[in-house]
């Protein structure tokens, strides 16, 4: 297992066990050339321009697809740039990408860094989970006011997930890596470890996964409101949908196919947001694939000490940590990585090489 801290006004990353000692030094994260890993392109500043809405959006394509018992699953697809088209693809079966978003948000909001590895990748996919970003426009609960979501169980998530991943290997026959943000973090946790012997999975990145809140995220304002909804709706007595908290409510981006974005939850869909976190710390030692995680190291939204023991307990050898806090004029790093160049920039090369690490072994297999 490997621990590294990324802070980038320093030229070099130390890669450390969790004991703290020094083990190498690389200049990895900082200088990355795809020389060595099959004739992929380098991603350098120049292949990261900043993208307004209207060009991520011309990059992406929404659809939709048919579970296999009932309901439809909304996707994305992010289509490469013109010019990583005509360069080509170094690999004869490139593994698929799947994007999973967090709370109150959608895969919209993961365009940044799915433009990115888009230009490496050719299938990179992202899921829109209901109830969790969106609803769908034929609910009831979106009929008035904002929509509501209602997760009841846990499954509801991650059955979305899995007849997401389901799809992707039967259209491609190759392997998927999971990419998971925030919650999208623990709903890939919790199918890679329950479906341990899934081989379908060839990976997973999580990038500031939430198995925890911190506490001071969670204002007293928005904890009041709950317990008060919640003893209404017990006693029978008239409740309101509760908005997510402060600080996690994000901007909503505009997005085609998303006027009916989530916003508000039900009481019992945030017992069932914390029973997941519990549930997905307690089952990671379960998890055999590759794991790459990437987090603020003074994250003030999620609990960086629990993320740090869940990946100790993480069943698989190959497991990897990338820690970040501070940006080149020494301004702390942001809660929501995606949204720093700088570090969309370093994710990006991280997230590639690690995956072209695996899809050679698998090409390998595959020959």
């Not at 939204?301 to 740090?308: A, D, F, G, S």
Request: proline share 7%; hydrophobic share 35%; aromatic share 8%.
């Amino acid at each position: 297992m490997q621990i590294q801290r990324n802070t980038l006004s320093q030229p070099l990353l130390k890669t450390r066990h969790l004991s703290g000692k020094p083990l190498v030094k690389n200049q990895f994260a900082i200088r990355f050339s795809g020389k060595s890993d099959g004739g992929k392109a380098e991603i350098t500043p120049t292949s990261l321009p900043i993208l307004s809405t209207e060009q991520l959006e011309a990059r992406s394509e929404v659809f939709t697809i048919q579970r296999p018992y009932d309901g439809e699953l909304k996707m994305r697809l992010w289509r490469p740039s013109v010019e990583s088209e005509k360069k080509g693809n170094a690999f004869k079966k490139d593994p698929s990408i799947l994007f999973v978003h967090g709370e109150n948000s959608t895969s919209a909001e993961m365009g940044p860094l799915a433009c990115l590895l888009s230009d490496q990748h050719p299938q990179v996919y992202g899921l829109d989970i209901e109830d969790l970003g969106y609803k769908n426009s034929n609910s009831e609960s979106s009929s008035s006011g904002s929509p509501v979501g209602d997760i009841q169980t846990p499954n509801q998530l991650v059955s979305q997930v899995y007849d997401a991943l389901e799809w992707l290997s039967k259209t491609h026959e190759v392997p998927v890596f999971l990419i998971g943000q925030n919650l999208g973090g623990i709903l890939a946790t919790l199918l890679s470890s329950t479906r341990s012997d899934n081989k379908k999975i060839k990976g997973l990145v999580l990038i500031s996964p939430t198995f925890q809140f911190s506490e001071a995220s969670v204002s007293r304002r928005f904890r009041f409101n709950y317990h008060l909804q919640r003893i209404l709706q017990k006693i029978g007595l008239p409740w309101q949908p509760i908005p997510f908290p402060e600080a996690y409510a994000q901007t909503p981006l505009a997005s085609k196919g998303y006027s009916e974005k989530v916003t508000r939850l039900t009481p019992d869909s945030w017992v069932t947001m914390k029973k997941m976190m519990q549930v997905s710390q307690e089952s990671s030692e379960f998890i055999n694939v590759p794991v790459l995680t990437l987090m603020n190291e003074v994250d003030s939204l999620v609990n960086p000490t629990t993320t740090h023991q869940v990946h100790q307990k993480i069943a698989s050898p190959d497991k990897q940590m990338i820690l970040y806090n501070r940006l080149d004029n020494g301004t702390p790093v942001g809660n929501n990585l995606i949204q720093e160049p700088d570090i969309l920039l370093r994710m990006g090369k991280s997230i590639h090489r690690w995956i072209v690490g695996r899809a050679v072994s698998f090409n390998k297999k595959s020959d």
